[in-house]
């Protein structure tokens, strides 16, 4: 059964603590993705990633960081720098970078005290 | 900058009608556009993509419109029924291939 994990559903931290979300995909693609989502908001792009030991920034990088050390793992850490990190963040991924369509895991909900 | 927002933050309809979503984008150069729908506390689902030679394409239930001129896509639902209450996101490619999403139009279905 192919898809896209993401673990766990829901992770509670406190304050100043740093925190990494696992994405995991066994669709043998290329492309993957990070998104966060706040309420009642669309997907914006914190890091994607081409192809393994490659990544680049999206739109809101700071305070995050992410590795591809695999094909099928794209972790993502949310520093202490990062100063809102209560949100719902999204993995996806894509066949190859110039493959438009993406798929998405099941979200990880964190929430930040 | 790129962007892509919808007309309506909430669509109401009762069961059995079509449902109309729209979408405006910014970036005459977007190649192609999808349409996803999440459910509640799930991750996006694709519904149907287009690209920008094409003006309409049919799925099941659901057909997608392209008018490149006022740089504006809907998506089409016929026969609304109660599972297709969920948020539904436009997204547009832009350069590099990353997809630039919408705010996303929360449809309700009414029994």
């Known amino acids: 059964d192919g898809g896209i994990t993401q673990s766990p559903k829901y992770l509670f931290r406190k304050e100043g603590q740093n925190v990494t979300l696992s994405c995991e995909q066994n669709?043998?693609?290329?492309?993957m993705y990070w998104y966060r989502q706040d309420p009642g908001q669309g997907l914006r792009l914190i890091y994607y990633?081409?192809?393994?030991?490659?990544?680049q920034k999206g739109d809101i990088a700071e305070g995050y960081s992410v590795s591809r050390e695999k094909k099928e793992s794209f972790p993502l850490t949310v520093t202490s720098a990062q100063k809102n990190p209560t949100a719902f963040y999204l993995c996806?991924?894509?066949?190859?970078?110039?493959?438009?369509?993406?798929?998405f895991g099941p979200g990880t909900r964190l929430t930040v005290t | 900058g790129e962007s892509v927002g919808l007309h309506l933050p909430t669509l109401s309809v009762q069961e059995g009608d079509n449902s109309i979503i729209n979408c405006a984008y910014s970036?005459?150069?977007?190649?192609?556009f999808i349409w996803y729908k999440q459910e509640s506390g799930k991750g996006p689902q694709f519904i149907i993509d287009?690209?920008?030679?094409?003006d309409k394409r049919q799925g099941q239930r659901v057909t997608v419109l392209l008018n490149k001129t006022v740089k504006h896509l809907s998506l089409q639902i016929a026969a609304t029924q109660p599972g297709d209450s969920a948020v539904y996101f436009c997204?547009?490619?832009?350069?590099?291939?990353?997809?630039?999403f919408g705010e996303g139009t929360q449809l309700t279905v009414n029994p």
């Open positions: 996806a991924s894509s066949a190859r970078y110039t493959s438009y369509e993406q798929y």
């Open positions: 669709l043998n693609h290329d492309a």
């Open positions: 990633s081409q192809i393994v030991n490659d990544f």
């Open positions: 970036n005459s150069a977007s190649d192609y």
């Open positions: 997204a547009s490619e832009t350069s590099g291939s990353r997809l630039t």
């Open positions: 287009i690209r920008s030679n094409m």
